[in-house]
Each structure stands twice: as C-alpha cells, then as structure tokens.
T-cell receptor, first 114, second 110 residues
Framework: DTEVTQTPKHLVMGMTNKKSLKCEQH?????MYWYKQKAKKPPELMFV???????INESVPSRFSPECPNSSLLNLHLHALQPEDSALYLC?????????????FGQGTRLTVV | GQQLNQSPQSMFIQEGEDVSMNCTSS?????WLWYKQDPGEGPVLLIA?????ELTSNGRLTAQFGITRKDSFLNISASIPSDVGIYFC??????????FGKGTRLSVIA
C-alpha cells in the first residue's frame, strides 16, 4: 500500500475563513511534507515533518500553520488567505526525512481563495 | 541552491513513437526519481534509482542514473494516449529535501 490520502479534494474559501487540509498515510513513514503547486510548475516545498517534529519551514507565511498530531496524520491550517494562495496543495510522505528516499504523494487538494 | 534542468519542456509525439527526456544538474545526487502527474492529481512515482549507472525498467518505461550522478534520463517506448501528462524528475541527496525539475509536458497524437 503506497497510499497517501488527502481531504478534501476541492476547497473554496473566503479570505476571512479558517479551514484545514488533512493528510493521512499508513505506510509507517516517519517524514511527511506539504507542497504547494501552481499550474504548469513543479511542486514547491512548504514544510517537512520528521518524526513528528517540524524540521523544515521554507519561509512560509504564518497564515499557513502545519500540525502533525501523530506519525500518520498531517494537517495544514489555513487562515486569512489571499487569492494568490489558490493552488493545488500536495501532501507527501517518505520513510525518512532524508532526501535520498522515495516520496509518495497524495492526490492533492485544489484550493480556491475568493 | 541545487537546481535541475529538465528537457524538453514539452513534446508532441505520434502514438507508437518512443519518447526520451532527461534531467541534468551541476550537483551530485544520490537518488533520482521520476514522477508522472495527470491534471488535477498528485504526482505518481514511476521509477526510483539509487546507484550510479543503474538502469531500471517499469513496463514500457526505462530510466537510468547517470555515471557522473549529475544526470538521469527517462525513456518511454511505444507511447499510448494515456502517457499524456507532465513528467517530473527529482534528485535527492543527504538531509536535503528532493529537488524537482520543471517538468516535461507530453502530448500524444493518436
């Protein structure tokens, strides 16, 4: 099983709303990631959790707040987003946080900020 | 930071033709990964390479880890319409996260 599950698949939110994206994996992976992807661009790393601790924050604005409740779950809390934050948000996991391991992606959440 | 040059950016081919794309870097990588992404979906891992010189196949797909560890290529033989999508290479090393190429957009004409 190489499945990473993301919910919801689509989300439309207003600039004053608070919402959360959820990600789950049951592969026993100890690293989980959030990426943001704009159209026709590669995934852009936002956060890395390794062994449930935040290890990398790629200078992401504080309106994005990650949370890792346990080794299988990863959330991304959204608050006061801007229209330019509209994108495909991808979750991924890998055995470890080291760059030389395979990363498996979820199907993404298509976020539209209005 | 590390960067990958992926080429071509896009290609239009006839069904049945073979396809070749590659990634090069000025830095050494310990891992090369190839992903395919369909519109509105997440990238799906196609092939993972871990050793310099390694040649690995997955069905009609073949990928190689360059001897210098600075490049990799992906070949698709006898393309079919469902091969349409964006292909990304990704290089990995040490404790740094994966570095992604900018993608090759493949269109197949039936």
């Amino acid at each position: 099983d190489t499945e990473v599950t993301q919910t919801p698949k689509h989300l439309v939110m207003g600039m004053t709303n608070k919402k959360s994206l959820k990600c789950e994996q049951h592969m026993g992976h100890r690293a989980m990631y959030w990426y943001k992807q704009k159209a026709k661009k590669p995934p852009e790393l936002m956060f890395v959790y390794s062994y449930e601790k935040l290890s990398i924050n790629e200078s992401v604005p504080s309106r994005f707040s990650p949370e890792c409740p346990n080794s299988s779950l990863l959330n991304l809390h959204l608050h006061a987003l801007q229209p330019e934050d509209s994108a495909l948000y991808l979750c991924a996991s890998s055995r470890s946080g080291r760059g030389n391991t395979e990363a498996f992606f979820g199907q993404g959440t298509r976020l539209t900020v209005v | 930071g590390q960067q990958l040059n992926q080429s071509p950016q896009s290609m239009f081919i006839q069904e049945g033709e073979d396809v070749s794309m590659n990634c090069t870097s000025s830095s050494i990588f310990n891992t090369w990964l190839w992903y395919k992404q369909d519109p509105g979906e997440g990238p799906v891992l196609l092939i993972a390479l871990y050793k310099a010189g390694e040649l690995t196949s997955n069905g009609r797909l073949t990928a190689q880890f360059g001897i210098t560890r600075k490049d990799s290529f992906l070949n698709i033989s006898a393309s079919i319409p469902s091969d349409v999508g964006i292909y990304f290479c990704a290089g990995g090393s040490g404790n740094t996260p994966l570095v992604f190429g900018k993608g090759t957009r493949l269109s197949v004409i039936a």
